[in-house]
């Protein structure tokens, strides 16, 4: 069964520093999400792609994170600098795009940041 | 804006009970209604969805049914199992001009005890 792979699934850095999280979603899809999860909460939304194209980018704080998807296929979303208040798990997903709000999303395993 | 509202954890059960976890939602159009399922040290399945008013979702002995005029979409199980350990989210999608990012709840730990 088609997977969306994440790596890495665990990162230390101290604040300041710069960070990079990289996803693959399943093969074919051309919506890919980013999401953020801070501890005890539910996922919230930080960035969506259709193909290479930003479609809602307007929760992603601009002043430090950056997302890409240069080919529309995998992703990069990176931090410079990291706050201590990062420290969250950062999801991907990926869906076909093609049925709208009744679509499935499919998150990948996460990665965890902790910002020391 | 859209918000969804589930009730707090954890939740602790016995191995056979029954279960209901509640979600209540606010939206601006017609959404679509998701539960998903969260293991120990894992990413976030789908349980299960509903995607119009009355539609019953339901996946591994669990349903939910889409209740528009009460806004909710509450999760139940006739017999809980201890491997049904874990954390439930309750989601919409209310999107249009393809912006479809799914908003969560802050989800419900559920802990069964044999």
């Known amino acids: 069964e088609a997977e969306v792979a994440q790596s890495p699934r665990y990162k230390i850095t101290e604040k300041s520093q710069a960070v990079a999280f990289w996803c693959d979603p399943i093969s074919g899809h051309a919506t890919l999400y980013w999401y953020r999860q801070i501890l005890g909460q539910g996922p919230e939304l930080l960035v969506q792609?259709?193909?290479?194209?930003?479609?809602?980018d307007s929760q992603l704080p601009k002043d430090r994170f950056s997302a890409e998807r240069l080919k529309g296929v995998d992703s990069t979303l990176k931090i410079q600098p990291a706050e201590l208040g990062d420290s969250a798990m950062y999801l991907c997903a990926s869906s076909s795009g093609e049925g709208g709000t009744q679509e499935t999303q499919y998150f990948g395993p996460g990665t965890r940041l902790l910002v020391l | 804006g859209n918000s969804v509202t589930q009730m707090e954890g954890p939740v602790t059960l016995s191995e056979e009970a029954f279960l209901t976890i509640n979600c209540t939602y606010t939206a601006t159009g017609y959404p679509s209604l998701f539960w998903y399922v969260q293991y120990p040290g894992e990413g976030l399945q789908l349980l299960l969805k509903?995607?119009?008013?009355?539609d019953k979702g339901s996946n591994k002995g669990f349903e939910a049914t889409y209740r528009k005029e009460t806004t909710s979409f509450h999760l139940e199980k006739g017999s809980v199992q201890v491997s049904d350990s874990a954390v439930y989210f309750c989601?919409?999608?209310?999107?249009?001009?393809?912006?479809?990012?799914?908003?969560f709840g802050k989800g419900t730990h559920l802990i069964i005890q044999p």
């Open positions: 989601a919409l999608n209310d999107s249009g001009g393809g912006a479809d990012g799914l908003t």
């Open positions: 792609f259709q193909d290479e194209s930003v479609v809602d």
């Open positions: 509903a995607t119009k008013a009355d």
